[in-house]
């Protein structure tokens, strides 16, 4: 039996379907997603805050009155030319980290998961950045039904959110530490093959880092006063100069009869 030309031109088109599918699949680098080292490193910040017990689920029940924190963000990065696509559960990667002191010694440890990866940061270049927002088109990034990083750009996990610390009360703050971190797919095996979970480590000693605000309720009250206190201040002041005037000037009025 004999194939026809159409026949022939069909199979054609579709080999070359598959040919460019698997192009598009296998052009994805392995283990592409990684830590942004800058952008982490420069979040850094030692803080001081007060935490009640059981205020927070990652500190211990016992973690009660000021703590001593290392706050970090997490910035993680897509450098290949295509889309990483996490699915959407309730933890889709997990971020593990641990402390050491300038012996080597282990002093904190733990892990958190995060959720609903999609692009936060993307780059200002046209071209990339028009590569990014027809990838996020096609995969709809920003409404965290299907999570995931576009090429070029970054999810960008904030210093300021809750648990995003190491808590180093007790320790001693002037002394030399290293914070290691490793990105691992979560315990659904979210990730495989999509995440560089090789090590990365930032040094420091916490009392030379910037510090962070610490926004209480005396503060925000210390805040209002200062700037209310003088502005009412200069509102009294200002009406009781005025009501001297007007009891001290005399107007006349003067009235012509025709």
Same mark, same amino acid.
């Given at each position: 039996m004999?194939?026809s030309?159409?026949d022939?031109?069909s199979?054609?088109?579709?080999?070359?379907?598959?040919?460019?599918?698997?192009?598009r699949?296998h052009?994805?680098?392995?283990?592409?997603a990684?830590?942004?080292r800058?952008?982490?490193?420069?979040s850094?910040?030692?803080q001081?805050?007060?935490?009640?017990?059981?205020?927070?689920?990652?500190?211990?029940?016992?973690?009660?009155?000021?703590?001593h924190l290392i706050?970090?963000a997490?910035?993680?990065f897509?450098p290949?030319?295509?889309s990483?696509?996490?699915?959407?559960y309730?933890?889709?990667?997990?971020?593990?980290?641990w402390l050491?002191?300038?012996?080597?010694?282990?002093?904190?440890?733990?892990?958190?998961?995060?959720?609903?990866?999609?692009?936060?940061r993307?780059?200002?270049d046209?071209e990339?950045a028009?590569?990014?927002?027809?990838a996020?088109?096609? @995969? /709809?990034?920003?409404? $965290? !039904?299907?999570?995931? &990083?576009?090429p070029?750009c970054?999810?960008?996990? @904030? /210093?300021?959110?809750? $648990? !995003?610390?190491?808590? &180093?009360?007790g320790?001693s703050?002037?002394?030399?530490?290293?914070?290691?971190?490793?990105l691992?797919?979560?315990?659904d095996?979210?990730?495989i093959?999509?995440?560089?979970?090789s090590i990365?480590?930032?040094?420091?000693i916490?009392?030379?880092?910037?510090?962070?605000?610490?926004?209480?309720?005396?503060a925000?009250?210390?805040?209002?006063?200062t700037?209310?206190?003088p502005?009412?201040?200069?509102y009294?002041?200002s009406m009781?100069?005025i009501?001297?005037?007007?009891?001290?000037v005399?107007?006349?009025?003067?009235h012509t009869?025709?």
């Open positions: 004999r194939r030309k159409k022939d031109s199979s054609t088109m579709i080999a070359l379907f598959i040919l460019i599918l698997c192009y699949v052009s994805c680098a392995p283990n592409a990684i830590f942004d800058d952008t982490m490193a420069a850094l910040i030692f001081k805050d007060v935490i009640y017990a059981g205020e927070f689920t990652c500190l211990p029940p016992s973690s009660n009155g000021t703590r706050r970090f997490v910035a993680i897509n290949s030319n295509c990483l696509r996490f699915q959407n309730p933890s889709p990667l997990r971020v593990n980290y050491y002191d300038a012996s080597d010694m282990l002093r904190s440890a733990s892990y958190f998961n995060l959720t609903c990866m999609r692009d936060v993307c780059p200002f046209p990339q028009l590569q990014a927002f027809q996020r088109e096609d @995969s /709809h990034f920003l409404n $965290c !039904q299907v999570s995931g &990083i576009s070029n970054s999810f960008y996990n @904030s /210093h300021r959110i809750a $648990c !995003q610390w190491i808590d &180093i009360t320790l703050p002037t002394v030399s530490y290293t914070m290691s971190l490793q691992q797919p979560s315990v095996g979210l990730g093959g999509l995440l560089n979970e990365v480590n930032f040094t420091f916490p009392s030379q880092l910037s510090a962070g605000l610490v926004v209480t309720t005396g925000i009250i210390a805040a209002v006063l700037f209310t206190v502005i009412g201040v200069f009294i002041t009781i100069m009501c001297r005037r007007k009891r001290d005399r107007i006349i009025y003067t009869m025709q």
